[in-house]
């Protein structure tokens, strides 16, 4: 039996993760500290107001790079306390540094997050074998379901589908958000994986043709700001394809101008029009010009 991505699947631990997942920014103050109150209040509104099923802490939509392992351990924290009895928190625990990985999961388990997403290995590019040892390695360190997170535009590196399929061999290894950008790859993933394995895309735009070959959901950007279109969409692809195809069409202007700078900068200035204190960057990261914001104000204003 063709294995059904809308059924409960592999076991995810305390927490079903769902189907619409956002990858959270973090606030910043004016002076560049993290601003905990309102990265509660946010993480309660992506939940509550724009209907995530979860969110990922500590992703590169949450600058990650330029958080302290302190930072990155309170956020998670704060989400947890202000969501985790009603949506799944997922910690990005990846890095370039299989050991750092391994203690960040460590932290991160003991805390009680209800998954952990290891993106590539960035920069030092390890290659396939590498690759395998490094998400393995991490994966057997925890008791926690894993997301694998594919990005090689970021990353130069791809993770290739036989050492996906191998990876996921591991029992607690139960997803992958796939940010290749390569339909062909995502459609082997998705034809090929064991059953109870989840292909998420990591790319809003890409969600409609992510699911028609399989996909289970999507690790969004846009999601700070059109969630609960998104989710309408998502439960609308099962029972009336021409809607949700309708909703996603509706969408991709305001998923072009969330890219339309380095992200995460466009999804925080439109998230800050949402009432949020979160519009501040750290460098090398630096601010939207007038005209790039008015990028984002004409897509939004569109809807």
Known sequence: MRYNPYSMGAFLG???????????????????????TETARLAAYLVDVQKNDGLVVNGTTGESPTLSDSEKLKLLEV??????????????????????????THEAETRGAHGIMLVNPYYNRPGQQGLYAHFSTVAKETSLPVMLYNIMPR??????????LRLAEIPNIVAVKEASG????????????????????????????ILSVGGHGIVSVAGHVVGDRIKAMLDAYMGDPAEACRIHLGLIPVYK?????PSPTPVKYATSLRGFDCESVRLPLVPLTDAEKQVVDSALAAL
């Not at 989400?79 to 960040?104: K, M, P, Q």
């Not at 990353?155 to 996906?164: D, K, V, Y």
């Open 14 to 36: 305390p927490r079903e993760w769902g189907r619409l997942l956002t990858a959270m920014l973090t606030p910043f103050d004016t002076d560049g500290k993290v601003n905990f």
């Open 79 to 104: 989400v947890l306390e202000t969501v985790g009895d009603r949506a799944a928190v997922l910690f990005g625990a990846g890095t370039y540094n299989t050991a750092e990985s391994i203690h960040l």
């Open 155 to 164: 990353s130069a590196i791809n993770l290739e589908t036989p050492t996906l």
């Open 182 to 209: 390569s339909m062909p790859q995502i459609t082997d993933v998705c034809a090929q994986a064991p059953a109870g394995f989840r292909v998420y895309s990591g790319d809003d735009g890409l969600t409609l043709p």
């Open 257 to 261: 101008a969330l890219f339309s700078a």
